[in-house]
């Protein structure tokens, strides 16, 4: 990562725009790796120590909270949309 962030400083005046955008996805890809590897080694250590809790709190931030929500029913025909259990019990 340091020699794409010093060839990045060296060519920062003088690069046309496709070198340049060359050389930002390079250090982005660069950065996105190094992120993804120290959050290899936390999920790791986690493990490691069972703690599980800190290891499924590291799996939640990478992928994201679970959504959950209501679900809805539809009727037969599939014109109405049933939301609570009392409409559902109604519904023929």
Known sequence: MDSAL???EEKESSTPDKEW???Q???TRALKSVWWER???ELQR?????DMKGF???LKELRGPKKKGPVHLKSTDG???FSDSESCGKME
Do not use: C, F, P, S
């Open 21 to 23: 955008a060359a050389l």
């Open 46 to 50: 986690a493990a490691d120590r069972n």
């Open 39 to 41: 959050k290899a080694v």
């Open 6 to 8: 010093a060839h990045w």
């Open 25 to 27: 996805q390079k250090l």
């Open 56 to 58: 499924y709190n590291g």
């Open 79 to 81: 014109m109405e949309t």
